[in-house]
């Protein structure tokens, strides 16, 4: 475990030396920021709007940074054949790749703090009441995020940069739309309709982490179903986890 930890810090101490990343959270606190703008040429609710623009970019930069540096922290250790001497100590490959999912999930948890300090300064400013609703959205964006880096870690242990970002994104894509799918194959024959339902069975609802429409409405969410998301999430990223764990075990380096 504490192989993991210094594998973790190390990995978070190299993630804040990405140049993207100090950009994508500008561009987040800047575009929360402009909804102070937006609310002046907004003849509706003022507080909808800001809640709205608000998650909606804690929750996609945070994606954006899940992918473009989770897809990069084996790859980069392979361009840069460091990997060899990771490899040749006497540290389990699956060790690195928790230190690793770790190191991000810290970087990824103090940038949506960041992003969701920026957009609780906007509240204030424009005198909007704040509810534990919203820091319950932001718990299950941030628990969406840690699916997605799982997938984008597991990609990355098997396949280049380049396909795993776009199977990354696809994967988040087909999970907010995967009731859709299922709908869809009911419609269809009987071999279409079994293949879209498995497939509604093995990729990620992410729908199950998206009550950014009852913020707005101030429609509030039991603990109960808070409870069996995050159960849900955990479950998932432990399972992705383990299977990337076995994948980078069995690849040969040489």
Do not use: W
Request: proline share 1%; net charge positive; hydrophobic share 55%.
């Amino acid at each position: 475990m504490n192989r993991v930890l210094v594998i973790g810090l190390n990995s978070f101490r190299e993630n804040l030396r990405e140049r993207l990343l100090y950009n994508l959270v500008f561009f987040a606190l800047l575009l929360i920021g402009s909804s102070i703008l937006l609310s002046r040429l907004h003849l509706g609710d003022n507080s909808r709007l800001i809640l709205d623009l608000g998650l909606a970019c804690i929750n996609l930069f945070g994606v954006f940074i899940a992918v473009f540096i989770g897809i990069g922290l084996v790859s980069k250790e392979i361009e840069k054949k460091t990997i060899y001497t990771i490899i040749s100590k006497p540290v389990p490959r699956y060790e690195f790749l928790l230190g690793k999912y770790l190191g991000l999930t810290i970087t990824l948890l103090v940038n949506t703090a960041i992003m969701l300090a920026g957009l609780l300064v906007v509240l204030y400013l424009m005198d909007v009441a704040v509810s534990l609703l919203l820091f319950k959205a932001v718990l299950l964006i941030f628990m969406e995020l840690m699916v997605i880096m799982a997938v984008a870690l597991l990609f990355s242990t098997f396949t280049t940069t380049t396909l795993s970002a776009i199977f990354t994104l696809a994967i988040y894509v087909i999970g907010h739309l995967i009731g859709d799918v299922k709908a869809l194959g009911a419609k269809l024959d009987v071999v279409s309709r079994a293949t879209l339902t498995g497939l509604y069975y093995v990729l990620p609802n992410l729908e199950n982490f998206n009550i950014k429409g009852r913020v707005i409405h101030q429609l509030d969410v039991g603990g109960t179903e808070i409870a069996l998301a995050l159960t849900y999430g955990v479950l998932y990223t432990g399972m992705l986890l383990l299977l990337a764990g076995l994948i980078f075990q069995r690849r040969d380096f040489r």
